[in-house]
């Protein structure tokens, strides 16, 4: 069993700066890539920024210049550091991973989901 909780969202005034945290927890084999996606009310949910193991990063285009992802793999925990928020920013945060369980069956990669953390920006 593999679960991700996340924290750090909350409210933040337009311009502020909200640092998200995600771990894995459970019996891991390996964590190939976290990351993070959003879900406004009313709109479909969209990534935000992901990093595969190794390195690479992708992230949306409404959020590159703003928004920093890193990892810290021993620990399997994804951050993500946001400033210049903007009220557009305002969603539930899900935290993301593509990780193989020991039990898996059958064997391979799995996409697991946290809950979700609400990030209100305000004017």
């Known amino acids: 069993q593999v679960q991700l909780m996340e924290s750090g969202g909350g409210l933040v005034q337009a311009g502020g700066s909200l640092r998200l945290s995600c771990t894995a927890s459970?019996?891991?084999?390996?964590?190939?890539?976290m990351g993070w996606y959003r879900q406004a009310p009313g709109k479909q949910r969209e990534l935000v920024a992901i990093?595969?193991?190794?390195?690479?990063?992708n992230y949306a285009n409404s959020v590159k210049g703003r928004f920093l992802i890193s990892r810290d793999n021993a620990k399997n925990t994804v951050y993500l550091q946001m400033n210049s928020l903007k009220p557009e920013d305002t969603a539930v945060y899900y935290c993301?991973?593509?990780?193989?369980?020991?039990?898996?069956?059958?064997?391979?990669?799995?996409?697991?989901w946290g809950q979700g953390t609400q990030v209100t920006v305000s004017n």
């Open positions: 993301y991973g593509v990780i193989v369980a020991h039990d898996s069956t059958p064997w391979g990669s799995r996409d697991y």
């Open positions: 459970g019996s891991i084999f390996s964590n190939n890539a």
């Open positions: 990093m595969i193991t190794g390195g690479s990063t």
